[in-house]
């Protein structure tokens, strides 16, 4: 039966596998990675053949942003605004009053010095001054040569509970307005009170007002003697709250008259405290809001 049976013919068939075809994406990737590149060295070399001022108008131009853009014009001072161009920063800008010039802060200090070796002389020389040197304390403070004018318990500086001056006080003021008005630093003013109160104070005249007024009557005092107006910088009126004799608070020595000839950094530390700093609103605004809100009724404003 073998020899009738065929034979099986088995074919065997090489199996070519093809290579699969790589992809392409690195190709486009070089490729824009070239023409960056070329674009970039094109800038570069256009920008080496431009002169220093058309590039420092191009670099102003991307500074700005749309709307300033529209708005034109050359913005040369550097903004205060987070962002360029944009509104006023709301986070303040304080002045480095530690990073002053040293030399100015030292030669303000020496003025103050010779200010205050000359009232020690003037006030030594003057009979009236002298007469009353036991009311005057003279020190120098952080923020400059402190000149206080104390009561005593017999001999006050105004009338009791007003703001009338007592003539010796009106003498001293007017005696110390000259050397104060000779240097060019300007000046505080406060008034203190002890801790006596006004009957029914807290709702009508208090030493709040008695203080504030004392310290004006002291200004007027001090202008009248030959001080510039401009040379006062604030007045204060602190009643009882900073009491020279913390112990008694009645004690006569509290009511007294303060004047503080302010250094230069004590001056920038009150102009950067009352600045108005934008935080979103236009200051011309708010003017105009106010004007329109005044009443027609309100008469022309008058010097008292």
Request: glycine share 6%; proline share 6%; aromatic share 6%.
């Amino acid at each position: 039966m073998s020899a009738s049976r065929p034979d099986r013919i088995v074919v065997r068939r090489k199996k070519v596998v093809e290579s699969q075809h790589h992809g392409g994406s690195w190709k486009i990737a070089y490729a824009d990675f070239v023409t960056a590149m070329m674009a970039f060295f094109l800038v570069m070399w256009i920008l080496s053949l431009i002169p220093r001022e058309e590039l420092q108008t191009i670099a102003e131009y991307f500074r700005m942003p749309l709307a300033e853009a529209v708005s034109g014009g050359m913005r040369s001072d550097a903004s205060r605004s987070v962002i360029p161009g944009g509104n006023p920063s709301v986070i303040p800008s304080v002045m480095p009053l530690n990073g002053a010039d040293p030399d100015s802060h030292r030669r303000d200090i020496e003025r103050l010095e010779d200010l205050r070796q000359e009232l020690l002389d003037v006030i030594d020389s003057d009979a009236i001054l002298n007469e009353f040197k036991d009311q005057l304390l003279i020190d120098m403070t952080p923020d400059g040569l402190r000149i206080q004018i104390i009561d005593k318990q017999n001999r006050p500086m105004f009338m009791l509970g007003s703001a009338t001056v007592e003539p010796y006080m009106r003498s001293i003021l007017r005696a110390l307005s000259g050397p104060l008005n000779a240097l060019p630093n300007r000046i505080q003013v406060a008034g203190h009170t002890d801790s006596f109160q006004y009957a029914r104070g807290e709702r009508e005249y208090s030493n709040w007002e008695l203080s504030a007024d004392r310290a004006n009557a002291a200004r007027r005092e001090l202008v009248a003697g030959g001080l510039g107006e401009s040379k006062i910088k604030q007045m204060l009126g602190l009643a009882d709250t900073i009491s020279l004799v913390k112990d008694n608070p009645a004690a006569a020595v509290n009511r007294r008259i303060s004047i503080v000839v302010l250094n230069r950094r004590a001056e920038q530390r009150l102009d950067t405290q009352n600045q108005y700093e934008d935080v979103g609103h236009d200051l011309q605004s708010l003017i105009k809001a106010g004007e329109t809100m005044v009443p027609e009724i309100a008469g022309p404003f008058y010097d008292p």
